[in-house]
């Protein structure tokens, strides 16, 4: 694939360079970088429809403001790679979300252009905040500058924020990116007009004059002077909302159109007086045919051809678990009419976009709000409804004291399907699902639930819609299954029993999740040096199978649990169970396979599992590992 001609692109390296640039050389430049981003994610695959979406909006900010001074803060991040590219990262671009290549997202430790890392949504009016007050108590200059999303502006912290943005003064901008018309009308000439008129410093001249003529006159005329001109500007341009938070209100302006970008910008920077909100409506693959037709298809994106807009498929293959977890939950649905399901804003993440065409009356889209969601979930199960909530791993960690004061303290039967559990190669470690097995398996009343197979997960759905004596979760990783025979009718499993998968005589492989397949090769492997080894897949993090778990420690020469999870899962639960029945007083061997302690970066799934240790080389080692020890112990106790 051939890179794009971008002479002008080609002579900026920073920010600064582009500074050097004349106005009507900016649009050449757009459209240099928007080619530019087209032709690196067709090589890495990626987000593509909401960076194409702000390429004007990326140049204009980069030219009007003092960046890196100016700390710039994009939310989410997902939109960020124009900004790579103008921030002296081009020459890296098409290492995308690769082992050892440059993020998805922003991150503090690439670059200085990214003062504050995102991957979670409506961050960025709280961190711009923060950086736009450091900034004024310590007298320095610089602005924060938040980039949020109309879909982010949906969770109640980006409220919480512009609630207390008066501390900021004039040192805080936020720019919001209309990409779904879902606040503005089409815009025009007029309305970009209006928001250059007021925005300007004649305009903002003439406000501050009458301002100070107003407090001259009595009280309640003062009060009406005051609500006539939030009321004019609100009527005129839609900011009231944001007026009663405290924001200066322009827009809505046109987010593509560099010729009436820039002088609002300016007169923004310029401005005297608190903080301010933009309103730019732009459109997701705006400039890419295929990504303006397709929007949706084209948000996340695998390799694809430039000129057809072909993504690459992947080879035919078992099912992903989201979208058998998706059928199997349809089924529950077709058996009971008090199944329902909820999702924060990712309906097709989740599979529940499936659930919605055959259930729409029982399917709720909450928006990015989780801490709703699961509130909201646990009111329809206090009423009598099987409710499902759907929510990745890592996004399930935004609700946790919801999970805890509204669900198991009540103890009531909300289901939590927990897609995304374990590591999830290219999106890295804002969104691996490393610790849902440590946070909800401490938590009384819970059952916790792990599918090492599809089949399972069939079964622990139908588990989950036929538990009804309080919350029940079941984790399940991204990509497809294994590709085992899929049962006719789902089963309930007896809750906190696992089963037996290989019997064996010296090693217990006590596996959680989807490493039971790295087991059953570890086991093949030990058998051929002569070692008989036992598989369990658990099934349970919470309650533990007691009873299998005793037999296995008291009758095997070594233990070695095995789990897709931080510390403090399902091995720090056995640990503590054996020490409970006093098993560790008798020289057992256990060993604990986990997660390591740090935040791993994207790779490919099956890398980022070798360089954990959690595959099956990885057992095998651990396992002849303990045995020496074991063996030089009780040499040295003979002697």
């Not at 590219?85 to 020459?91: F, S, V």
């Not at 005051?226 to 827009?251: I, N, P, Q």
Request: with cysteine; aromatic share 6%; charged share 20%.
């Amino acid at each position: 694939m051939s890179n794009p001609s971008t002479p002008l692109l080609d002579t900026v390296k920073i920010p600064a360079d582009l500074r050097k640039l004349q106005p009507d050389q900016l649009r050449q430049l757009a459209d240099e970088l928007r080619a530019e981003t087209i032709a690196a994610v067709g090589v890495t695959g990626g987000h593509l429809g909401s960076g194409l979406g702000v390429v004007e909006l990326t140049t204009a900010i980069h030219y009007v403001f003092d960046t890196p001074n100016d700390k710039l803060v994009w939310d989410v991040g997902h939109q960020c790679y124009p900004h790579k590219i103008l921030t002296g990262r081009r020459d890296r671009i098409r290492t995308l979300r690769q082992g050892g290549g440059l993020s998805g997202f922003t991150k503090r430790a690439e670059s200085e252009y990214d003062p504050f890392g995102a991957a979670h949504s409506s961050t960025s009016i709280s961190a711009a905040l923060g950086f736009a007050v450091a900034n004024k108590m310590q007298d320095k200059p610089g602005k924060g500058i938040a980039v949020i999303g109309d879909g982010a502006m949906s969770a109640g912290m980006a409220y919480e924020a512009m609630n207390n943005a008066r501390e900021a003064g004039n040192r805080l901008v936020v720019i919001l990116n209309d990409n779904d018309m879902s606040i503005a009308p089409p815009v025009g000439g007029l309305s970009a007009y209006l928001a250059r008129l007021v925005s300007s410093r004649e305009f903002l001249g003439l406000r501050d004059m009458a301002k100070k003529l107003a407090r001259k006159l009595p009280r309640p005329l003062h009060k009406a002077a005051k609500k006539t001109d939030e009321f004019a500007r609100g009527m005129a341009t839609g900011g009231t909302l944001f007026e009663e938070l405290g924001f200066y209100y322009v827009g809505p302006i046109d987010g593509h159109n560099l010729e009436h970008l820039i002088p609002v910008l300016e007169n923004v920077r310029d401005a005297a007086e608190g903080p301010c909100l933009i309103h730019v409506v732009t459109q997701k693959g705006k400039g890419y045919g295929p990504a303006e037709a397709a929007a949706d298809k084209y948000h996340g994106v695998q390799k694809f051809d430039v000129i057809t807009g072909t993504q690459a498929k992947a080879p035919p293959g078992p099912p992903s678990y989201t979208n058998v977890f998706a059928q199997a939950l349809i089924a529950e649905a077709q058996r009971d009419p008090r199944v329902c399901a909820i999702t924060a804003a990712m309906p097709s993440g989740t599979g529940l976009d499936k659930f919605e065409l055959a259930f729409p009356d029982r399917t709720f889209d909450v928006g990015i709000a989780e801490q709703h969601a699961v509130t909201f979930a646990a009111g329809l199960a206090a009423q009598g409804m099987r409710p499902f909530c759907a929510i990745y791993s890592t996004f399930l960690q935004r609700a946790y004291d919801q999970v805890v004061h509204d669900v198991a303290i009540q103890n009531l039967p909300v289901r939590f399907a927990i897609d995304r559990a374990g590591l999830v190669g290219a999106d890295g470690s804002t969104h691996a699902g490393s610790f849902d097995v440590t946070y909800l398996a401490s938590l009384p009343n819970f059952v916790v639930m792990a599918a090492a197979d599809e089949a399972e997960l069939t079964h622990m759905v139908h588990t989950c819609a036929v538990h009804d004596s309080g919350p029940i979760a079941v984790r399940y990783p991204r990509g497809n299954g294994t590709g085992v025979a899929m049962p006719e009718v789902a089963e309930a499993l007896e809750i906190g029993k696992g089963r037996v998968v290989r019997e064996g005589r010296q090693v217990a492989i006590l596996s959680l999740g989807t490493r039971l397949e790295e087991a059953m090769k570890a086991a093949d492997t030990l058998e051929a040096k002569g070692l008989s080894a036992s598989v369990v897949d658990l099934r349970f993090a919470k309650p533990l199978d007691e009873a299998l778990i005793r037999r296995m420690l008291t009758t095997h020469e070594v233990a070695v649990t095995i789990e897709e999870g931080s510390i403090g899962g399902l091995g720090a639960h056995v640990l503590t169970l054996a020490s409970d029945l006093g098993l560790t007083d008798h020289g057992l061997k256990i060993r604990t396979m986990r997660l390591p302690d740090i935040f791993q970066d994207q790779d490919k799934p099956e890398q980022q599992y070798a360089d954990a240790r959690l595959d099956a080389d990885a057992i095998v080692d651990t396992v002849l590992t303990a045995l020496r020890h074991n063996s030089a112990g009780v040499e040295e106790a003979r002697a």
